[in-house]
């Protein structure tokens, strides 16, 4: 086709792809979304009047072709090999002492990637054109996706620079988290059955027989390897960077390493942080860098022994939900908790996880009996995704949400627009041993030995009802003795320790309210700018908002719990008790005045919280992340990502001994 209309259709295809690229690949857009959308809009109609000027690598493809009756197979020209896998740093080192065998090396060069949770895919193009697109099929045989695959975000239609002859390009589809959580929200908008995670996804938007379908799943797909039958470099590292020259999305986080003890450092770095990705990864592949240290170790007929997968503990596990428990907490809010055959999930036994509230429950149908999903992702509680539909029992029955309180009996209800259900008895005995269990708890008053067994147990017989009673039960020490399994010393003990938590810093003390929003961190902000618990109990609003980390919803809460006359009344009760809480001292030196610490790793010699009130004690600010502002890190044994980013950075570090070191004689 010639002429100014195939000249200006050409133009255009040429611009999309470019800013196409800067978009999606470079992150680095020139023009708007709706210029963009302004040229797209013209092409389109260009070629919808003029059919014959349509090409297989117009952008306009990449909203998707009407549907396909079936996918048709595609031979891969060089297989697709999977790689063994690595649970454990001693698995690791075995797999470099295996590869410095093999070649006979001391120390080798390491490349070392991501290891994105998708499904694999291998683009071939022809003469710098996208030909095919095939999924991983059984590795030799794949089905042929190329509609779909032409949607996808990062791969380009055509590459950026001329390449003549064929090339095939390995890499993975997957589902950024944001993408995934679009979906599942308005799946379940429409009463469809919400997806467990971005990798099921993924891996069934790129199996759709309707292409457009395919475009509406927001997939990406980042390049990691090209098939043997041809070099574009001499390394790994170097095949990437070509890679990404000629259009394909390529991950900065990937580097070269010198021997084991960077490889370890990099999997504990990356372990750690995976959850601040936008995307999900399962673990890490490690290859060897160089293409003729590639070769020299071969493969076998499972996988190449130059590579393998460190895979981090599975995030999600299969289990049997044996029962629904409806746990009452602090404020009232009744949470349906998941009863569950104990399973094995991001590296721990879980037996309970949360089904957050009966309207998520509902919707994404989970019923007793039902084989369901599991999921532990770093530190956050385990919960229940969902259920395997196809091992469902037919008699089944959807749980019923309760209309009682399961502990005092009152009639629950909502508040508002609160999805969650709440029992408004404020002395419903669940929320009483909640309150009291936190009260007690570490992180409050730290009264060691008051467990949830026995305070239940002192709810039960009356002999604690509220938190000043428990400052009554020294008096009470032979009633004490008589119950079950607490002899005489152990009563000793724990009136001793409830006598030892009268004077705690006042920050605990405030912690241990249990005012909303108010947990640890709150109440250190607060009790730093407010000194005296007197002046708490006065603080207004705008006094509350003056202080630095506190925010309007919380200034409200704090205000409005002081405003309670009973409130008030436990304070003053508590306090002719003799719990009397330690004010903060003013800064005795400026030793760290202006200066922002950070601690990473364990410490040996004082907790973190001992530590961080120490550096405000001398005038300084304790941060939990390290940025350009950070003057010096205190790094324990254990450190990793914070301790590579202040290397990276240049800030200072020096170890917990070093830091009690600077402190003046008798301050330590
Ligand atoms: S290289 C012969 N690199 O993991 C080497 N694979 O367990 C082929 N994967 O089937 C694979 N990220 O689907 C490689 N950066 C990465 C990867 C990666 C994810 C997947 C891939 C492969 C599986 C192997």
Redesign the pocket.
Known sequence: MDGPLADRAAELRKLIERHNRLYHQLDAPEISDSEYDALFRELVELESAHPELKTDDSPTLRIGAPPLAEFGQHRHLTP????DNAFSEEELRAFDDRVRRGLGASEVEYYA????DGA?ISLTYQDGRLRTAAT?GDGTVGEEVTPNARTVRGVPLSLAEPLDGALEV?G?VLMFKAAFDELNVARSARGQQVFANPRNAAAGGLRQLDSRLTAARKLSFFA??VGQSRRLADTQSGTLERLHGLGFAVRPEAGTLVGVDAVVRYVERWSERRASLPFGIDGI?VKVNRLDQQEELGSTAR??RW?I?YKFAAEQAFTRLLGIVNQVGRTGTVTPVADLEPVHVGGVTVSRATLHNYEDLKRRDVRVGDTVIVQRAGDVIPEVVGSVLDKRSPDSAAPEEPTVCPECGSPLGRSGSEVALRCFNKACPAQVAAKILHFVSRSAMDIEGLGEKLVVRLLDIGMVTDLPSLYRLHGRKTELAVLDRLGELSVANLVEAIETSKARPLDRFVNGLGIRHVGSKTARDLTRAIRTLEALRRADYDALTAVSGIGPQVASEIEGFFEEPANQALIDDLLSLGVAPVEPEGPIGHLFGGQTLVFTGKLEHMTREDAEALVARFGGKASGSVSKLTTLVVAGPGAGSKLAKAEELGVKVVSEEDFLAMLPEGTR
Do not use: D, F, Q
């Open positions: 697709m090999l999977s790689l990637e991501l290891k994105y694999s991983r390995r993975e990691y390897a592949v996988g190449p590579a997968a």
